[in-house]
């Protein structure tokens, strides 16, 4: 997936607070009612003003007890369901065409591109798509991919994608998806997923009449949409029904992840995964010059009518080298490009596969940040088994953790674990200073409340003395590449200021030593520097915009707020704002506009590109994308063109849309095998409580929480407690292949059993955020996960694996 594809898919379009326009509200998968109580107070306020409120999940959660539609639906189906939603919205298109906005689907998207005549679906090659290297259920890792060559848009003579306005060619975007979501009918849906068809079809009805010009949708999801071996897929579908209702860049509208920590999403923006360097892709092996990287990862377009702002990506990157590097970073030696760590392409370098590493003894050795993964990594005896083999662990925590003391664990013998262990102790959010990027990509300052305990440290002055030391035994030492350290520009002192850093990141015009405005005065000469692009505005000549607490609102829409902490990227506040109004700047919504062309100028939300309305000369709304436009057609995904669904890793079921059985491009690792469906016959997930906080290395430590959640529990039905002999408070056991976990029964009508395809298949809830530390303790549900992700993303599938239970 290249970065310009990526960008956006995990960051939120709107702030909570313009939830309160919305027409409707469809949350997928998620709680916000009890754990994200601070946005779920702008749904109900949306209610209180007539909006519905639609929750699909699979329990009767607190969210779902406020619904005025709710769905039941078998965890790992979500895109069995929004695709019948798709397939229901394309219908009622071309049915009532005069309810929707058809100028917003084939000016804005992709929708009227024609795409190569040898392109092929899931319906009719058994699952797959054109172009796959296997052949159905392959089990040959090497041949799990595809050649994306049928994938590509047809062009004319002049390199320019052929399109069709009237969306009535057969090879263009809109057809081949209504094509390909034709066979997502009501009852195939209820079929797979065990939501009842009347149901179903009512949330349709409902949710598809956002697709007025006058009326916006809102659909929300949790990081528990993207915990699936098609978990990209499932945000892509979510995003293909937003933008057929032309709900992306309205106010009310959207498309929101709802996020589990403070600051995760910040994580992702200063490029805490791997392949990313902060806002720019990281160069690969085969990337041999400065120049040959950036040809690779620069986007270019032959449309006149895209501004295509990623083109901006060598400005980006030298400045990225300069606040890296310094004066050692220049146009001779390529800005200090070969300092830079390369990774091997078709290489994993995500959690599981560092594990797998681990374990083989080819990594020996892990700095683990803050993260607890003996209780929150996926398959969690695994993850402690890879810990047992490392040479050493540095681990910086406020408590100790089941990670930290991995080897006291239940069942082994800390004599036979030969890993040396060096916790640092660490200080809370609330022992220092610095900034956090909340969920809707809003940067506010936070001040030091109280001095932390003994030696306590930041992480900056962690990795501050560790990069310093680093620094001083390459320059005796050497080493390969010894550059790479020894040349970085680290002028930070004794006692770093989190303020030093925050310029940093914000940048400076190298000529005169002044901090930027924002990130389009950027350079690619090397005369300005500059640690994230998009963050690039938070703290400038004029002070530090993220301390800012204005809380007066935009004249336009009062549920923007420019004053108030600092929203990237440059204070706009919904992206792809342009998508809202027509081509002449006339909002779609007057009554909620999010921007408006008046008087020759734009008004209201910082708009997406300082460009004229497109009759006036301006650009397409969807700036970040080479085109212009949004992708329903998503050509640069591994696993498909158009999101299918495909059963789980683990499934006591066969998929019923086709022959193939999972994801062709699963990520499997070589440890893992799934659990035999004859012995594990119910569907497991996990989720979160509102008094308990991820892993519980905080919340099980506190004893107030520990009180009032004392041990772990498992949800069940009331029909399956009675088929397995169980009532409410008794212990059981619940186990598979991978191993078992003790919990307290919770006997509920919060779960039923699912009819799918005419087999009753039960689900059961678990918790997670326990361990043997602490005051409280119990064992994680991530003992039961698997081992196996995302193709795109490896993001790990821990929603939904095969359990059976009994009473212990």
Known sequence: MSFAESFGRGAMTQPWNDATHSDCILVIGSNPAANHPLAFRYFTEAKLKGAKLIVLDPRVSQTAAKAD?????????????IGGMIRYVIEDIESHTEKYNLAYITEYTNAPYLVNPDFKGPGELDGLFSGYAGGVNETDVSKMKYDKSTWQFQLDDQGNIKIDKTLKDPRCVFQLLKKHFARYTPEKVSSITGTPKDTFLEICRTFAATGQKDKAGLLTFSIASCQHSHGCQNVTAYSILQLLLGNIGASGGGINALRGIASVGGSVDMALHPYVFPGTPQPQDTDTSLDEYLERVTPTTNDLKSL???????????SLLKAWYGNAANKDNQFGYH?????????????????????RGILKGLLCWGQNWAVSGPNANAICMAMDKLDWMVATEIFPTETTDFWH?????????NTEVFVLPALSSLEKEGSLSSSHRWIQWRWKVADGPGVAKSELWMVNKLVLKLKELYAQEGGPNAGAITKLAWEYGDTPEPHQVAKEVNGYDLTTGKLVDNFTQLKDDGTTSCGLWLYSGQYTEEGNMMARRDPTPNTLNEALHHNWGYCWPVGRNIIYNRASVDLNGEPWNKEHPSIWWKDGKWIGDVPDGPAPPM??????????????VAKIFCNGLDDGPFPEHYEPWESPVRNQMTKQQNSPCIGVYRQEEK?????????????RLGSMWNSGAMSRNSPWLAELQPEPFVEISEELATEKGITNGDRVVVENKRGQVKMVALVTKCFKPFNVAGKTVHQVGLIWHWG??????????????SYVGDTNTMQPEQKVFLVNIRKA
């Open 69 to 81: 539609l709710y769905a039941h639906f078998r965890s790992g189906t979500d895109i069995a369901l």
């Open 308 to 318: 295509n702002w990623v083109s901006n990506l060598p400005k980006y990157f030298v």
């Open 339 to 359: 300092y830079l760590p390369k990774y091997i392409k078709n290489e994993d370098y995500t959690m599981m596969a560092y594990a797998e590493a681990m374990e």
């Open 409 to 417: 664990r239940p069942g082994v013998n800390p004599a036979e674990i």
């Open 615 to 628: 009759t006036e000369g301006g650009y397409k709304p969807f700036i970040m994308k080479a085109d212009g």
């Open 675 to 687: 659990s035999d469906p004859e012995r594990f016959p119910i569907v497991g997930t996990q989720y």
């Open 772 to 785: 043997n530390m602490g005051l409280s303790t119990g064992d994680s549900a991530n003992v039961l996960t």
